[in-house]
């Protein structure tokens, strides 16, 4: 299967948004992944709404919008209208996960959940059904260039089995020190999406990484 890949502006060169934008534009990549973080629900403040609205007007290519930030509820509405065409809220920043997708798939957007490193799977069985995509972090979120944590293979297969079990169509998007080594086994366990940081952006060449990741 051919891999959605996203690229995570959050390792761009911030100082020169339009040309990384359009490098993303010009390459084999299908979304472009944007990190909010609001230094409270991770130890790290990246950029909010007019960042992603600047961003947004220069891509060609869906956002991918990955809030890691406490009451999410409370910033969809602004983040849909800066552009966003997925919004993934971590299940632990809301005691009200239910409501929050619902207000999400409202707005005509995918919907998405991510779950940090230590979040069951199980997490997911009431909603699978309702959601188009379920992030599932291979670092603890916060921080790009981090090491790819192994266990994230066990929750792909457990995942894999949930989303056959309730007939779901979402999609499995693996975010966090994906690599050259990593990309193709994760893709052969059932990822369908694959964000990439510093892999992409500290390489000489990006948009060949880009292309490469696409055609493992
Ligand atoms: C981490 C972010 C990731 C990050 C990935 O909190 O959610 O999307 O940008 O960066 P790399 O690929 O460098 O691990
Ligand atoms: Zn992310």
Redesign the pocket.
Known sequence: MTPIIAP?I??ADFANLEREVTMINESAADWI?V?V?DGVF?P?ISFGVPVVQAIHSHAKKPLDV?L?ITQPERYVQAFYEAGASIISVHEEATPHLHRLIQQIKALGIKAGVALNPHTPISALENVISDIDLVCL?S????????SFIKNTFKKIAHLKSLIASSNSSALIEI????NQDNAKPLIDAGADVL??????FTSVNPRDVIFRLKNL
Do not use: E, I, T, Y
């Not at 670092?139 to 981090?146: C, E, H, I, L, W």
């Not at 975010?175 to 994906?178: E, H, I, L, N």
């Not at 964000?195 to 992409?200: D, I, Q």
């Open positions: 995570s959050l390792a992944h990190d973080m991770v790290n990955h890691m972090m670092v603890n979120p916060g921080f790009g260039g981090q975010d966090g020190g994906v964000v990439a940081g510093n892999f992409v």
